[in-house]
């Protein structure tokens, strides 16, 4: 039997799936997170064998004596997963430290995590990326600037999604950008790429081949709606587009992806950009070595009809997977800000929607930033259905 610690398994609520999925495999899961085990829900403590409560994730000392803990208890620890992009770096020293060896280790982390060292590897698999600049101050700041133009887009080297992202348009903003930036952060400056950002979602086997694809649309920007407290939207595609499939690919054998389920971004590009390419043409963006965030994983499920939880689970246990994947459609997830005035009600749009819902539920408080505070997700044949579906769901009173 295998014995595979998952980090922070109560986190996001829908994870425990990942685990309960292990367990059906005949893996021994064991957990280690903050949250006290009375309040695990139910169906995530009869999926583990054994739960290790720490006071903080953020406490090195206590995670490390907790996988400490299990070996005592359960010999050898085959495979340490959080599938969480806040814990990436985590999980590698802890693999890298127990001599797990089944995952990425300390000296993968600079280009998985770091924007500006994932530029090589994205320009070795032949996909185009935008121009960048590590900021030191204001000279060398306009100096890129003099080269790419207004507006640019700064953000920290290492980050987690949209958080602390700056779209500059002119020498007044950048100075108040200097000014206020947090001191400890490197942070990598772009150029502005007009697009709308489209994923390579896929869970890739131990050869590096992919035993799973599919992606998303975001048609708008993840740093508007933080910035702005937008509604969001973002849906599952019916159909991998090829060239995105293509790109995905490139990108997984470049970086040297394997046993991984991971979100890979790209831009499609809404108009031809010197130096990127044409319009409609892909460009990088980042990756992310973990699935897409928040209830996505689910998402990919009501699209394809398949279940991407076992898909990993098997992926770990067998090094292949045989689930099914069924009839395809469009997954949409719309997310409204509260304190909007929203045409339709949240009673009238469900009622509207009821045969094509499938979640709705409020957002955690942690992801509402780029989610919304309130969620609809719904599956549709089309995608004039499916727009049709977010006009009424967003649309506002005069």
């Keep these: 039997m295998k014995n595979v610690v998952f980090i922070s398994p109560n986190f996001p609520t829908n994870y ?32 583990l064998s054994e739960y290790y409560k720490v006071d903080s994730l953020e406490n090195y000392e206590e995670v490390y004596r907790a996988m400490g803990w299990f070996i005592h208890r359960y010999g050898r620890i085959d495979w340490l997963e959080s599938n969480n992009e806040y814990w990436l770096e985590r999980d590698a020293r802890l693999r890298t430290d127990f001599h797990i060896t089944s995952g990425f280790q300390v000296e993968d982390i600079p280009r998985i995590k770091y924007k500006s060292r994932m530029k090589e590897f994205y320009q070795k698999a032949g996909i185009p990326a935008a121009r960048y600049h590590l900021v030191e101050g204001l000279e060398d700041s306009l100096a890129f600037i003099q080269e790419v133009g207004w507006p640019v ?67 708008n920007s993840i740093m508007d709606i933080v910035n702005n407290d937008d509604n969001s939207i973002y849906y599952i595609v019916k159909d991998l587009p090829e060239d995105t499939r293509a790109a995905g690919r490139a990108a997984v054998k470049s970086f040297g992806v394997k046993s991984r389920f991971i979100h890979f971004e790209f831009f499609r590009l809404t108009k031809a950009q010197k130096g990127l390419g044409r319009k409609g043409q892909i460009v990088a963006l980042e990756v992310n070595m973990r699935p897409c965030g928040g209830f996505t994983p689910d998402m990919i499920n009501f699209a394809h009809s398949t279940n991407v939880y076992k898909i990993w689970a098997d992926m770990i246990a067998f090094g292949e997977s045989r689930v099914p994947v069924g009839e395809h459609g469009f997954c949409a997830f719309a997310g409204r800000r509260d304190g909007k005035p929203f045409l339709l009600s949240h009673e009238e749009l469900v009622e509207r929607y009821a045969s094509r819902l499938r979640m709705v539920e409020r957002i955690p408080d942690v992801l509402s930033g780029a989610m919304g505070n309130q969620m609809y997700v719904g599956v549709f044949p089309s995608k004039e259905e499916m727009d049709e579906f977010y006009r009424d769901a967003l649309a506002e009173r005069p």
């Excluded at 799936?17 to 949250?35: A, K, T």
């Design 153 to 219: 887009v700064v953000k920290p080297d290492n980050g987690v999604g949209a958080s602390d992202t700056h779209k500059l348009s002119s020498k007044e903003e950048l100075g108040a950008f200097l000014r206020e930036k947090n001191p400890d952060v490197t942070y990598i400056m772009e150029e502005f790429v007009h697009a709308e950002v489209n994923s390579y979602d896929a869970i890739i086997g131990a050869d590096g081949e992919p035993l799973f694809e599919t992606g998303n649309v975001t048609p």
């Design 16 to 47: 425990w799936q990942f685990c309960r999925e292990l367990q059906n495999n005949g893996m021994n899961v064991l957990g280690i997170g903050d949250c006290p085990y009375d309040q695990l829900t139910p169906e995530l403590r009869e999926s």
